[in-house]
């Protein structure tokens, strides 16, 4: 019988202890975790640009590029036909050159190719290393928190974003990490710890949950009500529990219904916000890692592995069960049946296959599995804490002047579909506002680069954010950045809608003649929504009816003249940037659709819309005076 990786066992040899090399299933454990980073990585890349590349709207097209991509383990068995058995080494060449490039190439058709390639590539890699290395698996575990670690550091935003000699030095040491691992991998010739294949068909609504719960900064920092230090901390503490756990949990089957019903129960509470959500996270972190680690490992002991080709279908069909569900969780703007829904596909699969008992050796591997998990982190979670220290917001009192810009930034993706935060936020610097009311603000969705982009531009503009959340997981939706703080934040879901949940912030802050409201909105987008969209005036106007003065600004996706524009107006509302002549086209085909409305307690002296080319919008900026 020969594997993937080329090595022979043959007919009735006695599998060798597991514990008889540690330092080799040590070695192979640092590739899963190496190769795990790198697979997340380019997943995110591939996953979000391709949003952008291929447009949204196009939803079947997404769907069939993403299923392709995510059934790609399937091929494997070829590979390793064709190569001879050498899947392991062609697997690994791959992905490192697919995710070198995607830290310096920013043509966006590139990054989508070279995103999927080395996506592809982790499923082949983690085929021949798990096979015959069933502990080596904790390393996904120890991968997904070096992956965290690595964002927090960093303020959530991906390496493969990220400009500069640190980013490029991270991704040299992982990339490193990795061919120096597989070194030894390679010329090990023992022990043999072979697996099944239902454990692989786990990883994939493992993953899923990773990359929208387990391992998301921006998740933990809205649902924790907490800055990224401590909410990652949290996080943290769930993997802590879930490694301590694990041993204790396995033991009998008992320990799996109470990790289901936990995890569960974790999952629910994690939707909500402030000390619920806390609580939710650190049970659906703990069991995530219980049961992930038990998948990984393969959960019973057996003499020979799985076949290639049975190891190769159960993780394709994993992975398109994956990208199935969240498939539906972004089109339905945030699902929490499908945070459940994966939870309890990869909980079914697990007691499939739960372990009569440990592997031996497997409870000796947890302490490193501990240390390689939490220092990575600690330090990321120290770092970041020194940052924010470093940064303070410097906050000014609002005068009775007021500069206000409306930008829908298109979660930071520019006109030609490539993503920047940066340039988004020196758009901003250069108008000098008071006030920035943001559409299009995503707090670390998969599509929309995982990044917690309102923390981000906060902290790099000095403002105060005020968050609006539409979606129903809280993390995409209307922000407003302000430099003096908030008297009072209010927001709103639009009960009706056709493309994606929306809905309204607004903040009230205080001027030396009394206190304004600001408020911001997101209207539907579809052309022919405009019935949608007068509902939805409605509600907006209910929502802002008990206040005065009001400037109410965002991207209406109405043109001059609309049945929506015209019920702004009967509403008592002035275009402001049409009252001073500055009604250039906003949107990138040509047409006039964010707006700025001020009550008539203001006077407009001064407004512009910028020609940038950061966003598929262009900002709209009003100077404001109190009457």
């Known amino acids: 019988?020969?594997?993937?990786?080329?090595?022979?066992?043959?007919?009735?040899?006695?599998?060798?202890?597991?514990?008889?090399?540690?330092?080799?299933?040590?070695?192979?454990?640092?590739?899963?975790?190496?190769?795990?980073?790198?697979?997340?990585?380019?997943?995110?890349?591939?996953?979000?640009?391709?949003?952008?590349?291929?447009?949204?709207?196009?939803?079947?097209?997404?769907?069939?590029?993403?299923?392709?991509?995510?059934?790609?383990?399937?091929?494997?068995?070829?590979?390793?036909?064709?190569?001879?058995?050498?899947?392991?080494?062609?697997?690994?060449?791959?992905?490192v050159a697919a995710r070198a490039p995607l830290q310096f190439i920013e043509w966006p058709l590139a990054r989508v190719v070279l995103g999927a390639l080395g996506f592809v590539a982790f499923g082949w890699l983690l085929i021949p290393l798990l096979r015959w290395r069933a502990r080596a698996g904790l390393g996904i575990v120890l991968g997904c928190g070096l992956d965290l670690a690595i964002r927090t550091a960093r303020d959530t935003i991906d390496l493969p974003w990220l400009p500069g000699f640190g980013s490029h030095l991270g991704t040299a040491v992982v990339l490193a990490g990795l061919l120096a691992t597989l070194v030894f991998v390679l010329a090990d010739r023992g022990p043999l710890e072979p697996r099944g294949a239902l454990g692989f068909l786990a990883l994939g609504p493992a993953f899923g949950l990773a990359h929208l719960v387990v391992t998301n900064p921006g998740f933990a920092v809205v649902h924790t009500s907490r800055s990224l230090a401590p909410a990652t901390l949290v996080l943290t503490i769930g993997l802590a529990i879930g490694i301590l756990a694990f041993s204790v949990a396995t033991r009998h089957w008992s320990g799996w219904a109470a990790t289901t019903l936990i995890g569960a129960l974790g999952l629910w509470l994690a939707w909500g916000e402030g000390w619920r959500g806390t609580f939710g996270l650190l049970a659906a972190v703990a069991s995530w890692t219980i049961f992930?680690?038990?998948?990984?490992?393969?959960?019973?002991?057996?003499?020979?592995?799985?076949?290639?080709?049975?190891?190769?279908?159960?993780?394709?069909?994993?992975?398109?069960?994956?990208?199935?569900?969240?498939?539906?969780?972004?089109?339905?703007?945030?699902?929490?049946?499908?945070?459940?829904?994966?939870?309890?596909?990869?909980?079914?699969?697990?007691?499939?296959?739960?372990?009569?008992?440990?592997?031996?050796?497997?409870?000796?591997?947890l302490p490193h599995l501990a240390i390689g998990v939490l220092l990575p982190l600690a330090g990321a979670i120290l770092w970041q804490a020194v940052e924010t220290r470093g940064r303070a917001t410097s906050l000014t009192m609002i005068g009775n002047e007021l500069v206000v810009m409306t930008y829908n930034i298109q979660s930071g993706y520019d006109s030609r579909d490539r993503w920047d935060l940066e340039a988004t936020a020196q758009v901003i610097e250069t108008a000098q506002p008071d006030v920035v009311l943001l559409q299009e603000v995503s707090r670390g969705w998969l599509v929309t680069s995982s990044t917690d982009q309102l923390s981000w531009l906060a902290r790099r503009l000095g403002m105060q954010a005020s968050w609006g959340p539409a979606s129903a997981d809280g993390l995409w939706g209307n922000a407003i950045l302000t430099r003096g703080r908030p008297l009072e934040v209010r927001t709103t879901r639009f009960r009706t809608t056709e493309n994606l949940r929306r809905g309204a912030v607004a903040v009230r802050l205080a001027t030396p003649h009394g206190s304004v409201w600001l408020a911001n909105t997101h209207l539907d987008d579809p052309r022919s929504a405009t019935g949608v969209r007068l509902v939805q005036i409605e509600e907006l106007l209910v929502f802002l009816q008990p206040w005065r003065p009001v400037v109410l600004g965002g991207d209406f996706n109405a043109e001059p003249g609309s049945p929506e524009y015209q019920r702004l107006l009967e509403a008592g509302l002035i275009d402001a940037a049409a009252a001073i002549g500055a009604t250039g086209p906003t949107s990138a085909d040509q047409r006039r659709i964010d707006y700025l409305f001020v009550t008539g307690e203001f006077e407009v002296s001064g407004g512009r819309v910028p020609s940038v080319t950061a966003s598929d919008h262009r900002p709209v900026v009003v100077r404001l005076t109190l009457r």
């Not at 192979?28 to 640009?49: I, K, P, Y």
């Not at 769907?63 to 080494?89: C, E, K, Q, T, W």
């Open 1 to 95: 019988m020969t594997g993937s990786t080329g090595r022979t066992a043959t007919k009735g040899t006695r599998t060798r202890a597991a514990g008889v090399t540690p330092d080799t299933i040590l070695w192979a454990a640092l590739a899963v975790a190496c190769a795990t980073v790198l697979g997340l990585e380019s997943v995110r890349v591939f996953v979000s640009d391709s949003v952008f590349v291929i447009d949204q709207s196009r939803r079947t097209v997404l769907l069939v590029l993403m299923l392709a991509a995510f059934a790609s383990p399937l091929l494997a068995p070829v590979v390793s036909m064709l190569s001879g058995g050498r899947l392991l080494p062609i697997a690994a060449g791959v992905l």
């Open 292 to 365: 992930t680690s038990t998948a990984a490992i393969g959960g019973r002991v057996l003499r020979n592995p799985a076949s290639t080709g049975r190891v190769a279908l159960a993780l394709a069909l994993g992975q398109v069960v994956q990208v199935a569900l969240l498939f539906r969780y972004f089109t339905a703007t945030g699902d929490r049946v499908v945070l459940l829904g994966l939870w309890g596909i990869l909980a079914l699969v697990v007691a499939l296959d739960w372990p009569r008992a440990l592997a031996p050796g497997t409870v000796a591997l």
